[in-house]
């Protein structure tokens, strides 16, 4: 907490009811951005604060957001009909009551682009593009209000989001960041690529030895987390997981990450350097690892410039047999895509749950027929689609919610959330410089030349059947896909579509896996014989030692198999 002075005023005017509600914001002037996000956070409790109670499903609280341009007044007069909320539109709509209310003020940078646009995005900040636990960003503590009065409400903003302190290094994980020369071109600015590196064990004791890269594609990690080198804490006190309706999850990680550690360690586990990278950009958590109108050539700087970099540094092989990708749910996009746009610079992905990889089945839409994303088509009734359900198929949220709640956090594909980001990657630029809509946010309406341009670059089962006669011979025996036939996402749809592809290919035939989790939810990765809690956090220890196993195969006359497995 840090206490601020010299104080600028916002004033927000909204008629509510039979009465005016009048919200005055008063804001640091030393700490006030030229450019954001203003974002109204209203809840019905405080057990935490407002800004951690936006969500997909019925849980969620409400928020209000409005953009905040070229800003050099210091007192204000804006309209809270101009907020556009989620999951009720208006202000006015809200019942009469006690809430408590709560202001964030999402901070933008202003980048001057190499295609000649300049846009203003948030930076990511150290924290994975979270926009309520951004750096920076500053907000006022939570204050309860009636909202039924004739009153003024006075909201001071007191508290900045801290700086994050980044991990250091260990006898086993480095951490390592470089600076890259084509984002940074592109960008118009400094941009970094980094990643965190486990080392094998013996790494120092063997300084001859060369090894593959094991490289796992996913969110922003903010360590290179699941190795755990100290026993798990008898004292910790179990939490319960709502997600997997179990209490001590907590407990029951820490396990598995020792458990890896001693594994890691131990006589039999394949030697291999495995990192997991950090590619957090203005628009998301990561890129996506592939070249984008709107982020940059992200697949190429990783490809040609960080990885190379991690080889040189820490004694990697170098050679492209001697790579290989794995990932779950926008990681597993992420290692199919790499391997399948660079089929030669990797040598097998291990892609569970991954993110849609055929359009005609974009988690319940088909982008090619469908003319609305948001409703099934009838001609007296229209039916909403689902977004997420649980393995019983019970739906928590649909596309509409999901899409109007990134509408409220951000314009122009600004809200750091899932369908902004896929948008963002896969679109071309539009004339103000952000990406093209898919469809309209609001009404769903699809934009059928937006979805060619989609297919053509970015859908993976229609790019490897297209040009399997040319990627087809690099790519035999590398892909491997594993999803839960209940993912909550419906990603196992696209699955479908793609193992039909692949399982009809010849000259060559794909000769790769297309496995299925019975009632498996998102994140199931191929192991029949565990609970999808516990497969879930041993991605390292079962694909490696696939990858391992299978490699022969598809290696060089001339390759290095043996120094490394020691």
């Known amino acids: 907490m840090r206490s601020l002075i010299w104080f600028c005023l916002f004033t927000f005017f909204v008629f509510y009811a039979n009465g005016q509600i009048i919200l005055q914001l008063d804001v640091p002037e030393n700490h006030l951005p030229k450019d954001g996000r203003v974002l109204l956070l209203i809840s019905k409790t405080a057990e935490i604060e407002p800004r951690f109670q936006i969500k997909d499903n019925d849980e969620t609280q409400l928020v209000f957001g409005l953009d905040l341009e070229d800003n050099s007044e210091f007192e204000l007069n804006l309209k809270l009909e101009d907020f556009y909320g989620y999951p009720i539109a208006e202000i006015k709509d809200v019942p009469p009551g006690e809430y408590f209310v709560q202001f964030l003020i999402h901070k933008y940078e202003t980048f001057s682009r190499s295609d000649g646009h300049t846009v203003k995005l948030p930076m990511d900040r150290g924290e994975g593009q979270q926009w309520n636990r951004a750096p920076g960003n500053i907000y006022s503590v939570p204050v309860k209000i009636n909202l039924k009065e004739l009153t003024t409400h006075t909201f001071e903003i007191t508290e900045v989001i801290p700086e994050i302190i980044g991990p250091e290094d260990s006898k086993y994980i480095k951490h390592i960041q470089i600076q890259s020369k084509l984002l940074s071109d592109f960008w118009g600015r400094p941009m970094y690529l980094g990643a965190h590196v486990l080392l094998p064990e013996g790494y120092d004791e063997h300084p001859e030895v060369k090894y593959p890269l094991a490289i796992m594609h996913g ?14 804490d008898p004292d910790l006190k179990p939490i319960y997981s709502e997600r997997f309706g179990i209490n001590g999850y907590n407990n029951i990680v820490q396990e598995e990450e020792y458990r890896f550690y001693m594994l890691w360690t131990g006589p039999d586990f394949p030697r291999v350097i495995a990192i997991k990278i950090q590619h957090a950009n203005p628009y998301y958590d990561d890129s996506y690892a592939v070249n984008s109108e709107n982020l940059g050539p992200y697949g190429d700087a990783i490809t040609y410039e960080l990885i190379p970099y991690i080889e040189e540094q820490f004694r990697g092989i170098g050679e492209g047999w001697a790579r290989f990708l794995y990932g779950g749910s926008t990681g597993g996009w992420e290692a199919l895509a790499a391997q399948v746009l660079y089929p030669e610079e990797y040598n097998g992905t291990y892609a569970a749950c ?27 009734k229209r039916t909403l689609v689902p977004g997420h359900r649980d393995s019983l198929g019970q739906v928590s949220a649909t596309l509409r919610d999901m899409n109007l709640k990134e509408l409220a956090l951000g314009s122009n594909s600004r809200s750091g959330q899932q369908f902004d980001i896929w948008e963002a990657v896969y679109s071309p630029v539009g004339e103000n410089g952000y990406p093209k809509r898919i469809w309209n946010k609001e009404t769903g309406e699809i934009d059928k030349d937006i979805a060619d341009y989609w297919k053509e670059n970015y859908d993976l089962r229609y790019i490897m059947e297209r040009d399997w006669t040319t990627i087809g011979p690099k790519l035999e025996g590398k892909i491997n896909i594993y999803c839960g036939d209940m993912d909550n996402y419906y990603l196992n749809n696209a699955v479908y579509l793609t193992e039909t592809f692949l399982e009809g290919t010849t000259n060559p035939y794909y000769k790769g896996t297309i496995d299925y989790g019975d009632r498996a939810e998102h994140c199931w990765n191929g192991a029949h014989d565990l609970p999808n809690y516990i497969s879930r956090l041993r991605y390292h220890e ?18 290095d198999l043996k120094s490394w497995r020691y």
């Open 542 to 559: 079962m694909f490696i030692n696939k990858w391992a196993e299978s490699i022969e195969s598809r290696a060089p006359a001339d390759a």
């Open 219 to 232: 969110h922003f990690p903010s360590d290179f987390g699941g190795f755990r080198t100290d026993p798990p």
């Open 354 to 380: 991954p993110d849609p990889i055929d359009f005609r089945a974009y988690c319940l839409v088909n982008l090619y027929e469908d003319n609305n994303a948001y409703y099934m088509p009838g001609d007296f």
